[in-house]
Structure formats: structure tokens, C-alpha cells
């Protein structure tokens, strides 16, 4: 699985500075005020995806963290999986956004099953919202106010995107082979890509959602 995180550098508005000297018939009277130096410096947002290690016995290693783990799919299955984003020590208060793309989708459940729920319903429930108008792409809100806003996420907090995936039960063996053919030399069909984006919150909290995916996409491209 492959996982990226971005960074998006901040823009900082520059100050006037001003300068007044006084003049006077007198000599005593007029006075050269000390030089007023600002120092500026370019703050970043900084964030980092990562999963638990999966365990042979299909639990999670919350301990060891990876970049990726490899499942033996069967009919009926429900397998753990926590991609958790985290935002850095250093830096600056962030929006998250998150692309989930799920190219097993026609493999796994479509509602809830034998006590299991969709990676969506996951989503929805841990706070990601689709994002208007753009394919599998989400941002995080808070769930806790009233109405629910989006969440500003301030350094070394970390969120899971989701906790399990699910196989339908009436996937064939047929189904499960073919994950295993290439689509071409570079991508292969069994996968689930999560890749995760921030970009400051400071200033950009009157655009919308789709604005603001703009702005992320735009920086990144």
C-alpha cells in the first residue's frame, strides 16, 4: 500500500512598519528614534501517515508502526487495519484531508454485515466528510459540536481514517485469484491507497471544503 504525506508551506502577511521623527525650532528637540527590525520566519505543516503492523494471528502491533501491510483474503473475512494520521511536534495548527482509494470496492461489503460496518461508515463515524463534487477524497470535522464544524488539528494529535475492511461473503475464489494478475508493469489491482494532506488552518477557515481541496491540490501537483 502506498502511503504519502504532504506539507504545504505558510504565507505570512508582511507589517507596515512606520517610522515618526519629531522636528523642532530647537536643536534638543529633535530626536532619531532606534531602527525597529522585525524577524520573519516561514512556519510549515507537517504530518505523517502510518498503520500498526499486522500480526500473524490478524491483530494489530500498535507498538510497531509500518508503511503497509499484506492480507490473505477469504470469503467472509474482516481484517484490522488503522491508517492513522498524525500531525508533527513542530508544526503549525492544520486541516486534514485524506484520498481513500478502494480498488477492491466490488470485494468488500456495501452495508453493514455480521456485525461489520463499511469503511465509509467508519469514516463518517470518526469524523471524515466527503468532500463536494471530488472522488474519494475527505476532511476531517468535529463531530462533538453542534453543528459540526471542521477540525482544527493541532501538533502531535493523530486520527485514525478507519479500523477494518471487510470481504463479502459471496466472493468467489475466481474473485480472490484475480487479485493476484497485474493490471499493467506498475499497479496491481489488490490494494487500498489511503494518502493524507494538510494545509494551515490560520486564515482559511471562510472557505469551503471543495476551496479548499483546490488550494491543497494546486500545492501539490
Known sequence: MKKTSKAL??????????????????????????????TFTVGNVKIKLDESKLKTDGNL????????????????????????????????????????????SDLTIDAAQDGHTTIATQMDDLGWK??????NVYVLYDNTSDPAVRKIVHKKESYHVFDDFTIKGTVTNEQL?????????????????????????????????????????????
Open 130 to 135: 466527503a468532500v463536494p463534487n471530488v472522488e
Open 177 to 221: 485469484s484475480a487479485l493476484q494478475k497485474e493490471e499493467n508493469k506498475d499497479t496491481l489491482v489488490n490494494k487500498i491507497t489511503v494518502t493524507a494532506y494538510a494545509i494551515q488552518s490560520s486564515g482559511l477557515d471562510a472557505k469551503a471544503d471543495a476551496d479548499l481541496w483546490t488550494l491543497v491540490n494546486s500545492n501539490n501537483n
Open 9 to 38: 508551506l505558510l504565507g505570512l502577511c508582511a507589517l507596515l512598519l512606520v517610522g515618526a521623527s519629531v522636528l523642532g525650532t530647537m536643536a534638543y528637540l529633535t530626536s532619531t528614534p532606534d531602527a525597529v527590525v522585525n
Open 61 to 104: 502491533d500498535t507498538a510497531n508502526r509500518v508503511q503497509g501491510n499484506e492480507y490473505h483474503l477469504l470469503p467472509g473475512g474482516n481484517y484490522k487495519k488503522d491508517p492513522t494520521i498524525t500531525v508533527d511536534e513542530h508544526s503549525e495548527d492544520c486541516y486534514l484531508f485524506v484520498k481513500v482509494e478502494n480498488n477492491i
